[in-house]
């Protein structure tokens, strides 16, 4: 086996070491630094107490946006597919975390990212925020 | 003096120094004017003193476009005109519905608000209304002083503005027909004839007007000769008379532009719902839509305003956030309503069992949610507001400008009335940009209102334009609002009368009423009719005097 031969191997088996990392690296970050996501599913839904009328209003959001039907796609777009986002939702307590959300909320209306819900003219983030109890509650039926 | 036109003689001559067509807002305004001055004035009014169904016929007409409205139900022929119908609400149009708007074609009149400001002085003296100030601010006491007077949309952004409405009584001021009947039938320079169709206008040489022909039903035709015409029939009639005139066709109407751009306000009945949230006040707007709680509104009032008489109160959005978005103008009247508030679902239902969906249900479930909401921001954990109480929230119903569109006309109809005249023909057409701006403005105040933490908002502005007919009306209406056939325009090519309402082409036939409105804005429009008229008056006097 050529010195060539051998140095090229090694290249791409470190080569796909470091993709593997990187592809892992989210992950383990999330993991580790925050937790399983489901602790922020709870934190998040966490935030209405009329759980159920916020699901309601979460379904008629879904309708409109079905491919946003799934916890973890809700979870990054509430956090703008942002890991700076997302590790500070994940290291609030409760009411840090509804603070937050409250906080998006209004962010939303001030830039204009609001969504029609059956007329309805409600944030983004209060809209998901519903979604994503609906999807809670639905995991449980 | 009144004058029975019915027993004037078959073929006489009736001369004048100024001849007026038509005695409602504008006709009678300038009656008013020229009353006690150093020249003869002739009224002539199609009716009598009351009303008269043969008469009202006259206005009978077809709809040939996608809207229709009343041709002989929103227009009121006799002594008074459309005044003997008119509710009284009075608002001056905006200091921008005068200038042109680069998204609105053919927007702009000749001159600005400033011109018209002293004569909207004068209209209010007239319609017997408080100051001329429609900022809600110099109205309204501090809510410090009182909670009940706390303006929820007042930011900036959002706005809430006032309609004065004229005083009924002692005497109903909205009535031009009653009120100033004593001072015409006194007047030693005004004769008034009733019963006195104009039924063509009368030129030798095309530009100069010699007479008017009259008619009435008893079918006695005579003519009327004057050094001046003012045509006052209203904003349709104006263009009418204007098109079956063919001696004056080619000077008043060179460029086609008689009886197009018609516009009418228009108004769309529940539009939307506001939902306000649990711990803002809307005690004004609710006492506001209350007639037994007007004086709790009275109590708000500062005291500078020594006026005691009705407000209505609207929001609006501010001029800034119009050009910014280039939206058409428009008002939004808030009615409230309290739906029975159903149980909150039960902790743990299955969604599959909950209520059905649907947007009015939808307005439950959001009430809970805005209220837990709002706890948080407020940091307090309590029970929504109105947990187990009746939900508040309030319907919308839009005012809002149309644009001038020229394919919205007025034309003559192939049938004839008593006088064997063509009917009218009226194809009400909106353009565009006036739907699709209401969509986008009712979108910017539900942004706004969840900006301001005021609420949410549901937008059900229609985003395509159905027509209305006889069997099926849908959600728009006219608000009898009826404009733009010979509008204003310094330059002939782009109007019918000069900023003088004089006819182009023409040396001494004058227009009065909102058929020169080259703009219809979202005001109410009599208060401008009045004001244009004065202001017309001030200029024949100076013509003549």
Same mark, same amino acid.
């Given at each position: 086996?050529?010195?060539?031969?051998?140095?090229?191997?090694?290249?791409?088996?470190?080569?796909?070491?470091?993709? *593997?990392?990187?592809?892992?690296?989210?992950?383990?970050?999330?993991?580790?630094?925050?937790?399983?996501?489901?602790?922020?599913?709870?934190?998040?839904?966490?935030?209405?107490?009329?759980?159920?009328?916020?699901? *309601?209003?979460?379904?008629?959001?879904?309708?409109?946006?079905?491919?946003?039907?799934?916890?973890?796609?809700?979870?990054?777009?509430?956090?703008?597919?942002?890991?700076?986002?997302?590790?500070?939702?994940?290291?609030?307590?409760?009411?840090?975390?509804?603070?937050?959300?409250?906080?998006?909320?209004?962010?939303?209306?001030?830039?204009?990212?609001?969504?029609?819900?059956?007329?309805?003219? *409600?944030?983004?983030?209060?809209?998901?925020?519903?979604?994503?109890?609906? *999807?809670?509650?639905?995991?449980?039926? | 003096?009144?004058?029975?036109?019915?027993?004037?003689?078959?073929?006489?001559?009736?001369?004048?120094?100024?001849?007026?067509?038509?005695?409602?807002?504008?006709?009678?305004?300038?009656?008013?004017?020229?009353?006690?001055? @150093?020249?003869?004035?002739?009224?002539?009014?199609?009716?009598?003193?009351?009303?008269?169904?043969?008469?009202?016929?006259?206005?009978?007409?077809?709809?040939?476009?996608?809207?229709?409205?009343?041709?002989?139900?929103?227009?009121?022929?006799?002594?008074?005109?459309?005044?003997?119908?008119?509710?009284?609400?009075?608002?001056?149009?905006?200091?921008?519905?005068?200038?042109?708007?680069?998204?609105?074609?053919?927007?702009?009149?000749?001159?600005?608000?400033?011109?018209?400001?002293?004569?909207?002085?004068?209209?209010?003296?007239?319609?017997?209304?408080?100051?001329?100030?429609?900022?809600?601010?110099?109205?309204?006491?501090?809510?410090? %002083?009182?909670?009940?007077?706390?303006?929820?949309?007042?930011?900036?952004?959002?706005?809430?503005?006032?309609?004065?409405?004229?005083?009924?009584?002692?005497?109903?001021?909205?009535?031009?027909?009653?009120?100033?009947?004593?001072?015409?039938?006194?007047?030693?320079?005004?004769?008034?004839?009733?019963?006195?169709?104009?039924? @063509?206008?009368?030129?030798?040489?095309?530009?100069?007007?010699?007479?008017?022909?009259?008619?009435?039903?008893?079918?006695?035709?005579?003519?009327?000769?004057?050094?001046?015409?003012?045509?006052?029939?209203?904003?349709?009639?104006?263009?009418?008379?204007?098109?079956?005139?063919?001696?004056?066709?080619?000077?008043?109407?060179?460029?086609?532009?008689?009886?197009?751009?018609?516009?009418?306000?228009?108004?769309?009945?529940?539009?939307?719902?506001?939902?306000?949230?649990?711990?803002?006040?809307?005690?004004?707007?609710?006492?506001?839509?209350? %007639?037994?709680?007007?004086?709790?509104?009275?109590?708000?009032?500062?005291?500078?305003?020594?006026?005691?008489?009705?407000?209505?109160?609207?929001?609006?959005?501010?001029?800034?956030?119009?050009?910014?978005?280039?939206?058409?103008?428009?008002?939004?009247?808030?009615?409230?309503?309290?739906?029975?508030?159903?149980?909150?679902?039960?902790?743990?239902?299955?969604?599959? @069992?909950?209520?059905?969906?649907?947007?009015?249900?939808?307005?439950?479930?959001?009430?809970?949610?805005?209220?837990?909401?709002?706890?948080?921001?407020?940091?307090?954990?309590?029970?929504?507001?109105?947990?187990?109480?009746?939900?508040?929230?309030?319907?919308?119903?839009?005012?809002?400008?149309?644009?001038?569109?020229?394919?919205?006309?007025?034309?003559?109809?192939?049938?004839?009335?008593?006088?064997?005249?063509?009917?009218?023909?009226?194809?009400?057409?909106?353009?565009?940009?006036?739907?699709?701006?209401?969509?986008?403005?009712?979108?910017?105040?539900?942004?706004?209102?969840?900006?301001?933490?005021?609420?949410?908002?549901?937008?059900?502005?229609?985003?395509?334009?159905?027509?209305?007919?006889? @069997?099926?009306?849908?959600?728009?209406?006219?608000?009898?609002?009826?404009?733009?056939?010979?509008?204003?325009?310094?330059?002939?090519?782009?109007?019918?009368? %000069?900023?003088?309402?004089?006819?182009?082409?023409?040396?001494?036939?004058?227009?009065?009423?909102?058929?020169?409105?080259?703009?219809?804005?979202?005001?109410?429009?009599?208060?401008?009719?009045?004001?244009?008229?004065?202001?017309?008056?001030?200029?024949?006097?100076?013509?003549?005097?």
């Amino acid at each position: 086996v050529s010195d060539r031969l051998i140095i090229t191997r090694r290249a791409a088996v470190g080569l796909t070491a470091i993709i *593997l990392l990187m592809l892992s690296g989210k992950w383990l970050v999330d993991f580790f630094a925050t937790g399983p996501r489901s602790e922020m599913v709870k934190k998040i839904t966490g935030f209405y107490r009329h759980k159920e009328d916020a699901a *309601l209003i979460g379904l008629e959001y879904l309708d409109s946006a079905p491919d946003e039907a799934d916890s973890d796609k809700l979870i990054d777009l509430l956090c703008h597919g942002d890991s700076e986002n997302y590790r500070r939702l994940a290291d609030a307590d409760w009411n840090e975390a509804h603070a937050i959300i409250l906080a998006q909320q209004h962010m939303d209306f001030s830039r204009g990212r609001i969504v029609d819900v059956s007329g309805w003219l *409600l944030s983004e983030t209060e809209a998901r925020v519903c979604a994503l109890t609906a *999807l809670a509650i639905s995991a449980t039926e | 003096m009144f004058i029975d036109a019915r027993s004037v003689p078959e073929g006489s001559a009736v001369s004048s120094d100024i001849c007026i067509i038509g005695a409602g807002a504008a006709g009678i305004t300038l009656a008013r004017e020229f009353n006690g001055q @150093k020249m003869n004035v002739c009224v002539l009014e199609s009716g009598g003193l009351e009303f008269d169904a043969t008469t009202q016929s006259l206005y009978k007409g077809e709809n040939t476009g996608p809207l229709t409205i009343g041709l002989d139900t929103e227009r009121v022929r006799y002594f008074g005109g459309t005044t003997n119908l008119w509710a009284g609400a009075c608002r001056p149009l905006d200091p921008d519905d005068f200038g042109a708007r680069d998204w609105i074609p053919s927007s702009g009149w000749p001159f600005k608000r400033t011109e018209l400001e002293p004569c909207y002085k004068r209209a209010h003296k007239l319609c017997g209304l408080g100051p001329f100030d429609y900022d809600i601010n110099d109205w309204i006491r501090d809510p410090k %002083d009182n909670p009940r007077c706390f303006i929820p949309f007042d930011n900036g952004r959002l706005a809430t503005t006032l309609f004065q409405m004229v005083p009924r009584k002692p005497d109903d001021l909205r009535r031009f027909g009653s009120v100033y009947r004593q001072d015409l039938k006194a007047s030693e320079n005004i004769k008034v004839y009733l019963f006195a169709n104009v039924t @063509k206008l009368v030129s030798n040489d095309g530009a100069e007007l010699t007479n008017v022909t009259v008619n009435t039903l008893s079918h006695n035709p005579f003519s009327v000769f004057a050094r001046i015409f003012i045509l006052a029939t209203g904003g349709i009639e104006n263009a009418r008379i204007l098109l079956l005139s063919t001696d004056i066709q080619e000077a008043a109407n060179a460029y086609d532009l008689v009886g197009r751009y018609f516009m009418a306000h228009l108004e769309l009945k529940n539009v939307g719902v506001f939902l306000p949230s649990p711990t803002v006040s809307m005690q004004y707007f609710r006492d506001n839509n209350s %007639d037994a709680k007007r004086v709790d509104v009275g109590k708000c009032r500062k005291k500078s305003i020594n006026w005691d008489g009705a407000t209505d109160a609207v929001l609006t959005i501010s001029e800034k956030l119009r050009h910014e978005h280039k939206l058409v103008n428009f008002t939004v009247a808030l009615e409230e309503f309290t739906p029975t508030m159903p149980p909150a679902p039960p902790r743990g239902s299955s969604l599959s @069992k909950l209520s059905s969906r649907s947007p009015d249900s939808l307005l439950f479930h959001l009430s809970r949610v805005l209220a837990d909401s709002d706890d948080r921001e407020a940091g307090i954990a309590k029970e929504a507001s109105w947990q187990g109480k009746q939900l508040v929230a309030y319907r919308l119903t839009n005012t809002s400008e149309t644009t001038p569109n020229p394919n919205s006309r007025v034309t003559l109809a192939r049938e004839t009335d008593q006088f064997n005249c063509n009917r009218v023909a009226l194809n009400w057409t909106l353009s565009d940009i006036d739907l699709e701006s209401l969509q986008r403005g009712y979108r910017i105040i539900g942004q706004e209102v969840g900006r301001a933490g005021l609420g949410r908002l549901r937008s059900s502005v229609p985003t395509r334009f159905e027509g209305s007919t006889s @069997k099926k009306r849908t959600v728009f209406w006219s608000q009898h609002h009826h404009m733009g056939t010979t509008r204003m325009h310094a330059d002939p090519k782009k109007g019918v009368v %000069d900023a003088n309402c004089k006819v182009h082409g023409t040396s001494n036939l004058f227009i009065a009423g909102s058929s020169v409105f080259p703009t219809s804005g979202c005001a109410t429009p009599t208060l401008t009719i009045i004001a244009l008229a004065m202001r017309l008056a001030d200029h024949v006097k100076g013509k003549l005097l």
